[in-house]
């Protein structure tokens, strides 16, 4: 047996070697868990430096990983020159939020303020944009509410499953109508792509900012709670990975030393 | 070396695949009480017609004394038959409004009844042990009202819903009185 050989064969046998095989196979599996960890840890680090604080995500992806999209389409009226929208759960005048809603099932314009119907209340928003009232319930006639419109003289015609209703001046009460009339309709149209783009930032609010992000995949968190177990897990095994470094450098140290002074 | 990876590497992609939405409890909106049934148990001789109460900037200040902010409305609806006066008002607990029935008579709290409930918490307010507290409370002269109402512990924010929406409704009636002249 060569001399190679002989000063190979403890290392093979021993716990040393079973060490060195689990800490080479650890740090090869969890490498590109170590790098991101490593790296969003020094973009934290310069977080002011990078003002990631008052960046913000744009990639709708990201929105979508967090939970933050809009739910259903958009559905938007063009009423003069206004709109009233909903989108995501809510009635928006232009780009202001209105107030959560149903779907809206249609819209009419009075001469002092506009009308929405949205699920089963009717939203009277004044020409400024602001909520004048929902009305709801015993507020409506009986039936399911159909759809919305405005008469000649401009009262409100609404249609419910028990017939055509039109409103007093106020909106304060109801008259079946025997005969209905000729009401006026306005149709959903598309809205403009500025207007979706401003009423999806409506939506996100501030949004999520860089550093946030940066954070969550630092801790794991950006992938959910098994996430943050993989990080901790990974923590554990650096720790294993650097006393195990560690401990084989002391060894190799203390053995070149030995044949160092053998020779 | 790869029997080791696999797992791992599975564990990681499981880990991705995960759905990252937030852990938002679907709160269950309850309806105790229609409006309809709510008037026609408040005004047995026929509901009467209702009015709006538009909230003018006379009224704005006062309203956002008692509720902390601005009603979300400009007018109010309600019902109004001689000094008996019905109000269907809402105010958000924690995160969704409650809408509440309050009936006030002579400047006093007749009844004060949920009809909808919308938070995942606090629903216990709907209960009469604690609604039959507000009857026979008047309003202050500083807005307030002038019995002391017991909360319900991990119910704080629907309690104080309910008492600001309780003051809003005993100061509208007394917005809303009809003067001598048209008495």
């Given amino acids: ?208 900012s860089w550093n946030r992000v940066i954070l969550d995949i630092h801790s794991g968190n950006f992938f959910g709670p098994i996430g943050k177990w993989i990080v901790d897990f990974s923590a554990l095994c650096l720790i294993f990975l650097t006393l195990t470094g560690v401990w084989y450098t002391t060894k190799y140290l203390k053995k070149a030393r030995e044949r160092a002074l053998s020779k | 070396m790869t029997k080791l990876l696999k797992p791992i590497f599975t564990l990681l992609l499981l880990a991705l695949a995960y759905p990252h939405t937030s852990d938002a409890k679907g709160a269950k909106e309850e309806t105790y009480l229609s409006q309809e049934d709510f008037l026609t148990q408040t005004f047995n001789e026929g509901v009467p017609t209702p009015k709006a109460l538009w909230l003018t900037k006379s009224v704005k200040p006062t309203v956002k004394e008692i509720l902390g902010h601005d009603y979300p409305a400009a007018r109010i609806r309600y019902w109004r038959d001689g000094n008996r006066s019905a109000w269907i008002l809402e105010e958000i607990g924690k995160v969704k409004p409650i809408t509440t029935g309050i009936v006030v008579e002579d400047g006093k709290i007749a009844r004060l009844k949920v009809l909808v409930y919308r938070e995942s918490h606090g629903w216990e307010v709907k209960y009469p042990f604690f609604t039959d507290q507000f009857k026979e409370t008047e309003l202050t002269e500083k807005k307030r009202l002038n019995k002391n109402i017991d909360g319900i512990a991990g119910a704080t924010l629907s309690v104080n819903a309910l008492k600001k929406l309780s003051r809003l409704a005993l100061y509208f009636h007394q917005v809303t009185e009809p003067k001598d002249s048209e008495k």
């Fill in chain 1, 1 to 208: 047996m060569s001399p190679a050989a002989k000063r190979k064969t403890p290392l093979r046998r021993g716990p040393g070697r079973a060490l060195l095989r689990w800490h080479r196979r650890i740090g090869v599996a969890l490498s590109a868990i170590f790098i991101a960890i490593c790296v969003t840890g020094i973009l934290l680090n310069h977080t002011v430096d990078l003002d990631l604080d008052n960046k913000r995500v744009e990639a709708d992806w990201i929105y979508k990983w967090y939970g933050i999209e809009p739910e259903g389409e958009l559905v938007h009226y063009k009423v003069d020159e206004d709109s009233i929208s909903h989108f995501s759960g809510n009635l928006y005048f232009n780009t202001d939020l209105i107030a959560p809603s149903g779907v809206l099932k249609g819209v009419a314009s009075l001469a002092p303020f506009h009308l929405a119907l949205t699920g089963s209340s009717l939203a009277m928003i004044s020409r400024e944009g602001e909520l004048i009232e929902s009305l709801s319930g015993s507020s409506l006639p009986a039936g399911t509410a159909i759809s919305i419109h405005s008469s000649e003289t401009g009262r409100a015609i609404l249609e419910t499953s028990e017939g055509f209703f039109r409103a007093d001046a106020d909106l304060l009460s109801w008259e079946k109508l025997e005969t209905p009339l000729a009401p006026s309709f306005i149709n959903a149209s598309e809205a403009a792509p500025d207007l979706e783009a401003a009423l999806v930032a409506s939506f996100r609010g501030e949004g999520i």
